[in-house]
């Protein structure tokens, strides 16, 4: 409990905890997107996948565990934006950067705020399946319940949807392009031999995500407005 | 030589006491020689203010030559000026243009209050070394100096990070007003060092947890206070620092 | 007669006979007594920190933002101390030997020897503290010559050793302020000594922050307060260094000692034009590699690098063939000044000489360079402006140190009994010239391992009456300090207090600098109180005295220089012959070199105040060399 209550209660342990938080969720999206790929396959590839993926033992356990990760991580942020604005109450009236600022330094609040939106919508939109309501997919007017796939494919029809989503993807490769290999440094894991590499890496794996992402939704958009017959 | 002279406009922060509110005085100083120092230039308009029996502007210095570690403001947004690892004193006229307008703020964090103008209250840089940023030894009873034998890397590594200067950069640079940079410093300089190493779990955790009670904010990695700091303090110093919290909590 | 107590016996056994004949204080009984320190350079922090560790009540005030500011951080080039880890020879007589005859035999041979004993533990101290000292590959401290001496004794971190040992100090400081043994009070400034029946006792103090006036009672009250070099105005001195901590103690009683020997550094960046606030050193180091030149025809406006070879003026090398270019420093600053006299100086003001690395670089490539002295090449380059690896840098003096100060006895108690001066502050232990690398030495060696036992002693051979901050002393010590305050307030004049200060630096450095004469001198006798005169009727200083008032601030230690300067010069004018760094005209060899007169001048001036505007009395304290055979300086 005493370390517990030290971690919790000191800046550098509140830097492990969203460094250890924000690399689960880095290979959350890692594997979340390796499996959406499925997608670009077709349909059967894409509901074998999920059905697997949900058949695997402990499935929920893992689910939980990075569902803890995503809310401690939003928790401790939104926690160190206030601090940190306490910590500087008054602003400067001219503030520039001294040269080092990349874009995922310089947006990881704005990315942030808008990720914690996009992943509140994702999950209303897909896993629960809310929002816009399936009531209207042909399968539920038959009244059974519809696939995963029906419900992806039913929402990006809609651009706009399809725009938010792309917005998620940049977000989330832009905010990654940070926090990935600042996570390292956090973590004291850094070294001045490795760190240029990891912070290519980091900047890498950030593009490769917001591209995939990006790719995997307008390739839906474009499927599900082709032709209505595979609903 | 190359010198020449240029007339430019400060734009400076003028605040009478940490109650009252500032507000910006702006100030044209003509034919400033571009071999002046920066806070020559603030001599030069203080000298002119005084002329006209109005208060000049007070700012913290003292060395003037880069290592005392007092002086320092933001100035146009960039902590000790434009010029790459040195100290406001050590900048010189000659990094700006004709007819620039050159905005000049204090040092703002809430563990740095205003005490007025351009001059901040730094205490808690003390108050947090005076928490363990030291070796406990008292004087006397010491071995030999040539008794502790230190691999020259070490003590090179230890050196890099004690050239700190105690001047507040980083926490004026950072977005989050964190004094990381600073205390990481310390405790680095003392961890590279076998004399380190006796209070080095101790010293992490006192240093790092007055840092906290002192109101700096948290670091984010954003890296601005490297990119300011005069003496070229890194950002490892930062991650040895967790490094030895995270030893200090078993 | 005064009695600087010096122990009887053998030059070698003084220091042990005296510390084992010294009264000691009781460890239970320590904290009863309350001791002030005034200035937290080497020698102040060093002593806050040893006192308190040993159960004192310490109370220690700087003027600056936190301890760790004070001017010793700026020291460069490193500390010597007689550990003979190269084999080479060096013992703790020879650095005495070596530190006698530096300071041109001018110094206290006692103190002198004691300083060379502790030099050595200074170093075990500071390593133990984490001073990350420069080392060998095998793991061993590294040594460097330093100041032409001949054997290597200088322990160095990097180009910062002022600024490591400090930091050292400091950290044991900030221990004792952690532990509540140690009443910190930064922006703080002494503005009087409060003397109780022949004993100080206390200070005055202004809160540099709220403007409040405070009393401080103590059994004991230690200066540590620095040099008054920046009495010249432009100096290597950090800005706020001032003499009125020493200056208000000497009103009070305290003789001043030696106030002519001023150390005046050639190796400085020279001044670009008249709104010039400080003037920068450049490590002497340079002078090993570095060839000094100045054009051979006067008037010679050439681009440096357009001179030809047989045009050029290697003075030094011409003047010293066998020192050259490391002539001591006293020695390279005059002969700057001879060729600049004639009209040959170079740069817009023509009061610079060139110090060109061309031949180096030639020898040893730019790396080479770039690897020995890369920080002050890039420090140059910030500050002149210019690229030292394509044209020559240029340099000229610079007043830097003072080896004069508060007079001292053998326990570096002044003539005010209770009250101690440690550090540059005091006279002691330099002579008329001090050595590279010997300050940072003498303040650690004061503040760790000598005042611990000299201080006890007082303390222990002294009963103290019971006084509070309610004596008539300390009312009248406040009233004195308000009152001075109250008038620098209420001129409302025309001049600024810079205006005053340039005019006085000028005045000293023309007429007391590196030569003086008794016509220029005798000239400063006058112009000095008519300034002074001037400055009371017209200075301008804006604001109240309720506030942080950097203005105020300055005008108090500006008034205090107009009066010290006038006893610096009647020091010059009465010390009838040249010493090291004290040049008179009138007094030197077929050679233009300095000329002692050991018969008439073998002591130390001290001066007493006899109240305002008040010729000042001359005591004598005769040096009586035992070990050290006086001999004529020669570096041809």
């Keep these: 409990m005493t370390i517990l209550s030290s971690v919790f209660g000191s800046s550098v342990g509140k830097k492990f905890i969203v460094g250890i938080t924000g690399l689960a969720i880095c290979l959350f999206v890692l594997m979340h997107f390796l499996g959406n790929l499925n997608l670009l396959i077709g349909k059967e590839a894409f509901l074998d996948y999920a059905k697997n993926l949900h058949a695997l033992p402990g499935f929920v356990a893992i689910e939980l565990l990075f569902a803890s990760a995503f809310l401690v991580h939003i928790a401790m942020t939104i926690k160190l934006i206030f601090e940190n604005k306490a910590a500087r109450p008054v602003d400067y009236a001219v503030k520039k950067s001294a040269g080092v600022k990349t874009l995922g330094s310089a947006t990881t609040m704005i990315t942030g705020i808008y990720l914690l939106l996009f992943l509140v919508f994702h999950l209303l939109n897909i896993k629960f399946a809310i929002i816009p309501s399936i009531d209207t997919i042909p399968t539920a007017i038959a009244g059974v319940t519809p696939n995963v796939y029906e419900v992806i494919s039913y929402s990006f029809k809609n651009l706009g949807l399809v725009l938010f989503y792309i917005g998620g993807a940049v977000c989330v490769g832009i905010h990654i392009s940070h926090g990935f290999q600042s996570s390292f440094q956090s973590l004291g894991l850094n070294s001045p031999k490795y760190m240029p590499l990891l912070r290519t890496i980091s900047n890498l794996f950030g593009v490769l995500v917001a591209i995939g992402y990006t790719v995997i939704s307008v390739f839906m958009f474009i499927v599900a407005n082709m032709k209505g017959a595979t609903l | ?250 | 007669m005064i009695d600087a107590k010096i122990p009887s016996g053998p030059i070698a056994e003084k220091w042990s006979t005296h510390k084992f004949e010294s009264k000691l204080v009781n460890p239970a009984n320590r904290r009863k007594f309350t001791v002030i320190v005034v200035g937290t350079g080497l020698a102040g922090s060093s002593a806050s920190a040893t006192l308190a560790e040993m159960g004192y009540k310490v109370k220690t005030f700087c003027f600056q933002d936190s301890p760790r500011r004070a001017h010793s951080i700026a020291a460069q080039g490193g500390i010597n101390a007689a550990k003979n880890y190269r084999n080479d020879g060096d013992s703790v007589y020879r650095l005495f030997y070596d530190t006698i005859k530096g300071g041109d035999y001018r110094a206290r041979e006692a103190n002198v020897h004691r300083l060379a004993e502790v030099s050595v533990n200074i170093i075990d101290q500071c390593v133990a503290q984490g001073v990350p000292f420069a080392r060998e590959y095998g793991g061993m401290l590294d040594n460097r010559s330093f100041g032409g001496a001949q054997v290597s004794r200088t322990f160095y971190a990097r180009g910062q050793t002022g600024q490591q040992l400090l930091l050292g100090a400091y950290s044991a400081l900030e221990r004792q302020i952690g532990a509540g043994t140690i009443e910190m009070h930064p922006r703080t400034e002494m503005l009087d000594l409060v003397v109780v029946n022949g004993k100080a006792r206390g200070i005055i103090t202004r809160n540099l922050v709220t403007g409040k006036i405070e009393r401080h009672v103590a059994d004991a009250v230690l200066l540590a307060t620095g040099g008054y070099g920046n009495a010249f105005f432009l100096s290597t001195n950090a800005k706020g260094c001032n003499v009125t901590a020493s200056w208000r103690a000497h009103k009070k009683g305290a003789w001043m000692a030696n106030p002519c020997f001023t150390q005046i550094h050639p190796t400085c960046i020279p001044v670009h034009g008249d709104i010039q606030s400080k003037l920068t050193l450049m490590s002497e180091g340079l002078r090993n590699d570095g060839r000094v030149w100045v054009p051979k025809a006067i008037g010679d406006k050439r681009k440096p690098n357009d001179i030809p070879e047989s045009e050029r003026d290697y003075y030094l090398e011409r003047r010293y063939p066998s020192f050259g270019n490391l002539v001591p420093r006293d020695v390279a600053s005059r002969a700057a000044k001879a060729v600049c006299d004639e009209g040959r100086g170079v740069g817009e003001s023509g009061l610079a000489v060139y110090l060109d690395f061309a031949d180096a670089i030639k020898r040893l490539g730019k790396e080479k360079i770039a690897e020995k002295y890369g920080n002050l090449f890039d420090m140059y380059r910030q500050i002149a402006g210019e690229n030292p690896y394509e044209v020559p840098m240029r340099i000229f003096p610079a007043v830097h140190y003072t080896m004069g100060g508060l007079w001292v006895d053998y326990n570096l108690m002044s003539t005010v009994p209770g009250l101690f001066v440690l550090g540059e502050a005091n006279f002691s232990d330099h002579g008329a010239n001090r050595l590279g690398a010997s300050a940072l030495m003498q303040g650690l060696a004061d503040g760790y391992f000598v005042i611990p036992y000299t201080l006890g002693g007082y303390i222990g051979g002294t009963v103290f009456d019971a006084v509070t901050t309610d004596h008539p002393a300390f009312a009248e010590a406040e009233a004195n300090v308000r009152s001075m305050t109250d008038k620098l307030l209420s001129i409302k004049g025309k001049r600024t207090v810079d205006s005053f200060h340039k005019e006085l630096g000028k005045i000293l450095w023309n007429n007391c600098g590196m030569a003086r004469n008794k016509q220029g001198l005798t000239e400063s006798l006058q112009r000095i109180p008519e300034l002074r005169a001037e400055f009371w009727e017209n200075v301008i200083v804006t604001g109240s005295g309720d506030e942080l008032n950097q203005t105020l601030e300055k005008a108090g230690r500006v008034a205090d220089f107009l009066e010290f300067a006038e006893v610096m010069v009647n020091d010059a004018l009465t010390r009838e012959e040249s010493c090291g760094g004290h040049f008179r005209e009138e007094h030197q060899t077929e050679e233009n070199e300095a000329k002692r007169d050991d018969e008439n001048f073998s002591h130390v001036a001290m001066w007493e105040y006899n109240g305002p505007d008040k010729k000042e009395t001359l005591h004598k304290e005769q040096l009586v060399f035992e070990n050290v055979k006086l001999t004529q300086r020669s570096y041809k």
Excluded at chain 2, 205 to 213: E, F, G, V
């Design chain 2, 1 to 250: 030589m190359g010198s020449s002279t240029i007339n430019v406009t400060l734009k400076v922060w003028r605040q009478k006491n940490a109650e009252t509110k500032g507000e910006f005085e702006t100030y044209p100083i003509n034919n400033v020689s571009t071999d002046m120092s920066f806070l020559e230039a603030l001599d030069t308009v203080n000298e002119q203010l005084l002329q006209q029996g109005k208060e000049p502007i007070a700012f913290d210095h003292d060395c003037r030559e880069g290592i005392c570690g007092m002086c320092g403001a933001m100035v146009d947004g960039i902590a000790h000026g434009p010029d790459k690892a040195v100290t406001l004193c050590q900048t010189h006229m000659r990094s700006f243009h004709n007819g620039d307008t050159i905005v000049v703020e204090p040092w703002r964090a809430k563990a740095f209050p205003i005490i007025k103008d351009l001059v901040t209250d730094r205490s808690a840089f003390d108050k947090i070394i005076a928490s363990g940023g030291y070796v406990s030894v008292s004087t006397g009873g010491v071995p030999d100096a040539n008794a502790i034998l230190i691999p020259k890397k070490d003590a090179d590594l230890a050196m890099d990070a004690a050239a700190c200067i105690g001047c507040g950069a980083c926490v004026a640079s950072c977005p989050n007003a964190s004094a990381m940079l600073f205390v990481s410093a310390k405790i680095s300089h003392l961890s590279h060092l076998p004399q380190g190493q006796v209070e080095r779990k101790e010293r992490a955790k006192r240093m790092i947890q007055t840092m906290d009670d002192l109101g700096f904010g948290n670091c984010s990695n954003h890296r601005e206070c490297e990119a300011v700091c005069p003496k070229e303090i890194k950002l490892e110093n930062i991650a040895t620092m967790n490094r030895e919290f995270a030893s200090s909590l078993f």
